[in-house]
């Protein structure tokens, strides 16, 4: 039977006896990997600039006055979600953010998925819970997922900001008029895109801290 890790690492091979061989093939593919990821992290960053900074600018206004960040994704984009509203929300240094991740509640999350479909669970929430002022932020790898699309749309009815993540060529989020940032990851590699969705989401919270400690206060 052919080996489970085959289609990540072609060169493992069940009969290899050459230890060494094997582990310089693993160190060169991670070097690679992690070349590649940083390339692609730098390039993103100095093509999004401009939209990283208005973004961020826009943030901070809502926050100042008040505003919260409802944060949501699927699947490993949950995670993201999760951890982009715990660094707005407990930073390592600087101002917090009243954060929430529409990911957190497995009791909310299953029973809207379960009661009224999936496709709503994000939005649903945020019809109990958002107001004007506040900012929706959404992370998907291909920027179709219908249930990122409809948040997004209740969001921009109930006048918060939006901003969305995205890969490949943005998809339908990059395409809609209920995204009011949208910051679009060209790559079609799942693993490459998120990562640097992550270094876009610690790059907006830099911007923001910049808005919102513009003195430099913090370490």
Not at 69 to 84: C, H, P, Q, W
Not at 189 to 202: C, G, K, N, P, W
């Amino acid at each position: 039977m052919s080996e489970p890790t085959g289609f990540l690492y072609p060169f493992i091979d069940a009969e290899e006896r050459d230890a060494p061989a094997l582990l310089r093939d693993l160190a060169a593919s991670a070097e690679s990997k992690m070349a590649e990821s940083r390339a692609m992290r730098a390039a993103t960053l100095a093509r999004l600039g401009g939209t990283l900074q208005d973004a961020g600018a826009a943030m901070a206004q809502r926050f100042r006055a008040g505003g919260r960040l409802f944060t949501f994704g699927n699947g490993g984009s949950a995670t993201d979600a999760e951890g982009a509203a715990e660094l707005f929300r407990r930073p390592p240094h600087g101002r917090p953010v009243a954060a929430v991740s529409l990911v957190d509640d497995r009791a909310v999350l299953t029973a809207l998925a379960n009661d009224v479909g999936f496709e709503l669970v994000f939005s649903r929430q945020l019809i109990a819970h958002a107001r004007p002022g506040d900012v929706a932020m959404g992370l998907s790898t291909s920027g179709n997922s219908p249930n990122l699309l409809r948040a997004f749309g209740e969001a921009a009815r109930r006048g918060l900001l939006t901003v969305g993540l995205s890969g490949y060529r943005g998809g339908a989020m990059e395409a809609s008029d209920d995204v009011d940032h949208c910051l679009v990851v060209e790559s079609d590699s799942v693993h490459r895109i998120q990562e640097t969705q992550d270094a876009l989401v610690l790059e907006l919270w830099s911007i923001v801290q910049g808005h919102l400690d513009p003195v430099g206060t913090a370490p």
